[in-house]
């Protein structure tokens, strides 16, 4: 199993910022995609935003212009830079990070908005 420690999570106000960071170790990060995901009370698990081994980036409809996702293979890490956030984004989110024949996930870090 390979760990993925996640952290930044916390409470911040709307319209504020967080910055998550998930670090791998135990595998060759540069030749995996990551993605951000995150899961609310009641609702199924959903993508937020992945990246790419190349570095090509997808972001859910509810987060475009406001959370930006990067990597950095040198720290085997990936982040999800988030702003203007808004109470609907309260979730636990998540880390995963994937190969051809592989997926790991972390164990999440709680992120709530709320005044």
């Known amino acids: 199993q390979v760990p993925l420690v996640e952290s930044g999570g916390g409470l911040v106000q709307p319209g504020g910022s967080l910055r998550l960071s998930c670090a791998a170790s135990?595998?060759?990060?540069?030749?995996?995609?990551a993605a951000w995901y995150r899961q609310a009370p009641g609702k199924q698990r959903e993508s937020v935003a992945t990246?790419?081994?190349?570095?090509?980036?997808n972001y859910a409809d509810t987060v475009k212009g406001r959370f930006a996702i990067s990597r950095d293979n040198t720290k085997n890490s990936v982040y999800l830079q988030m702003n203007a956030l808004k109470p609907e984004d309260t979730a636990v989110y998540y880390c995963?990070?994937?190969?051809?024949?592989?997926?790991?996930w972390g164990q999440g870090t709680q992120v709530t908005v709320s005044s």
């Open positions: 990246i790419t081994t190349a570095g090509r980036t």
């Open positions: 995963n990070v994937w190969g051809y024949s592989d997926s790991y």
């Open positions: 135990g595998v060759r990060f540069s030749s995996r995609n």
